[in-house]
């Protein structure tokens, strides 16, 4: 805690575009023409360049299925448009670090696991966190979770007794203190740590669900303080994602 870790961890990075430069035009091309009416059509206006085959004129046949295909390209351009916006925003936004110098402003794209970071009330939490401290007595904070399993009812989440009574903040980053967290797994109501402080005497206390701020849930009441423990692609929240798929009709897949 308050040291740089020397592991390799996945950047804090949150990416739900399906495309990009490159693979745009071709993953939706592809996507258009699995549409077995889209495939019919394309296969009908090739053999109008064949004499034998010609019956009236090319535009007649290529028109409407550009048409068609335009309308399907111009959808995807705009939908992971918004996709790439949104997740610019979230990427960008700005969060205080504690650091030797004080409070650090940092994007949330920087961040890594063992940063110690402040969540202030109402803002989102940018990584999987242990909570340390909080600006209430008690170490007591609510969290918002509807973003990640649908629930409207606030959570109650502790942090760890050791932390919450020592003075300062910055008390944490002139102690010897270390956690050891469970390997990145989907499970969003489970948990299992442990906080060592290597002070004398040594100190241990086991860490549950009660003292985690997954990403994507958002504190409502109190300042809180939380170390990352999991960051980017091994977040909780980013583990349940699944990919966005291209729809079909009935009909088409019939």
């Known amino acids: 805690i308050g040291q740089d870790c020397l592991q390799k961890f996945p950047p804090n990075v949150i990416k739900n575009t399906k495309y ?4 745009f035009l071709p993953l939706v091309l592809w996507n258009q023409f699995k549409y077995f009416l889209n495939a019919f059509f394309l296969t009908l206006a090739l053999t109008q360049f ?3 085959l010609q019956v009236g004129y090319l535009y007649t046949y290529w028109v409407p299925l550009g048409f068609v295909i335009g309308i399907g390209l111009f959808r995807e351009a705009v939908e992971d448009l918004i996709r790439y916006t949104r997740d610019k925003e979230l990427n960008s936004r700005r969060y205080a670090k504690l650091t030797q110098r004080g409070p650090l402003s940092t994007a949330s ?3 890594k696991v063992g940063d110690i970071v ?3 009330k109402g803002c989102r939490v940018p990584a999987d966190m242990i909570l340390l401290r909080t600006t209430d007595n008690s170490g007591a904070i609510f969290l918002k979770t509807d973003q990640l399993d649908g629930e409207t009812d606030w959570k109650l989440r502790k942090a760890v007794s050791f932390t919450q009574k020592l003075k300062t903040d910055e008390d944490l980053l002139g102690l010897e203190l270390s956690i050891y967290a469970e390997k990145p797994q989907k499970d969003i109501h489970s948990f299992i740590g442990k ?3 290597h002070g004398n005497p040594q ?4 860490l549950d669900i009660e003292n985690t701020m997954w990403a994507n ?3 409502a009441s109190e300042t809180s303080l939380g170390i990352i423990i999991y960051s ?3 977040c909780r929240a980013n583990m349940n994602n699944s990919t966005p798929n291209w729809k079909f009709g009935l009909i088409d897949q019939e």
Request: net charge negative; aromatic share 16%; charged share 25%.
């Open 109 to 111: 794209k920087d961040l």
């Open 232 to 234: 980017g692609t091994e």
């Open 195 to 197: 906080y060592t402080s």
């Open 20 to 23: 990009n430069i490159f693979t």
């Open 217 to 219: 849930t958002v504190a």
């Open 50 to 52: 064949y004499p034998p």
């Open 203 to 206: 100190q241990e206390e086991a």
């Open 118 to 120: 402040y969540i202030e």
